[in-house]
């Protein structure tokens, strides 16, 4: 409750009739501010009352139309997110097929130059050196000794070793048991599925074939530094240096005891015809 009695002391000080005054001057004009707050407060509940009034008479279809893009754009988002998610491991995915391929790739290359190379060559020499190409630098084979077969006195001599000195090694009689002769009893070119001729100091013994022709054989004794073991695609390219050196080898024998005869249609149409 307000006191208007008379209040003593200092002169200076507001008379009670003026603060009284200031004081409903200030209550009236939080009032007038409160009064206008509540009108606007009422427009605008009139206006959401209006608004949702206007979307209670939306016809129905409306609605449901908006439900439904409300709905995919959901389906949407969650695609996205799944999407996002498998991100990194489809670009995993993606560069081991890349890798895959383009081993694939380096390995037909390497077939093809091999069976290039060994069809090309004219003399033992050159097949003798393709084959020694071929296991260095497409295979990663560093130390091995090609023996060539004396069938007069049925052996195998070694003919070339990389990786060491050939001196050391001797001549091999044609074995009629033990896992040489089930290597070299096939007579015909090596297949990865086939014995392997292993043992302590040997990773395999390749044979090389002509036909049914026993020529010679390569007898794989260690790896380079950087190769650890022999792979899927080194077994294929293994198959065709023992199929195509062995062709070869014979080839270029039969060439240099080849008498030089001119190519003429009579001998030619003998050939053909007869």
């Given amino acids: 409750m307000l006191s208007l009695s008379p209040v003593n002391g200092d002169d200076q000080q507001p008379s009670l009739q003026a603060r009284t005054q200031a004081f409903l001057q200030d209550f009236f004009a939080k009032g007038q501010q409160f009064v206008r707050e509540l009108i606007e407060e009422n427009d605008r509940l009139r206006s959401q009352d209006a608004a949702y009034s206007a979307l209670r008479s939306t016809p129905a279809s409306l609605m449901m139309k ?118 070299l009893g096939a007579q015909r070119p090596w297949r990865a599925s086939g014995p392997r001729g292993s043992s302590s100091d040997v990773i395999l013994q390749l044979p090389l074939v002509s036909g049914t022709r026993l020529v010679g054989l390569i007898r794989i004794e260690g790896f380079l530094p950087q190769k650890l073991a022999l792979e899927d695609g080194d077994l294929a390219l293994l198959e065709i240096v023992s199929e195509h050196s062995g062709i070869s080898i014979e080839s270029a024998w039969i060439r240099a005891h080849a008498e030089e005869v001119p190519f003429a249609r009579r001998l030619l149409e003998e050939f053909v015809v007869g």
Wanted: proline fraction near 2%.
């Fill in 66 to 183: 908006l439900k439904q893009q409300i709905e995919h754009l959901e389906a949407e988002c969650v695609e996205i997110r799944r999407l996002a998610g498998s991100v990194t491991q489809q670009s995993g995915s993606y560069r081991a097929q890349l890798d895959a391929l383009e081993a694939e790739h380096h390995q037909l290359a390497a077939m093809h130059v091999t069976a290039r190379q060994f069809h090309g060559a004219t003399t033992i020499e050159e097949v003798i050196r393709t084959v020694t190409e071929v296991l260095l630098n497409f295979l990663g084979i560093g130390l091995f000794t090609i023996y060539l077969v004396d069938e007069e006195r049925q052996i195998l001599f070694p003919f070339h070793r990389e990786g060491g000195d050939v001196e050391d090694r001797v001549e091999v009689k044609l074995p009629a048991e033990g896992a040489l002769a089930e290597v």
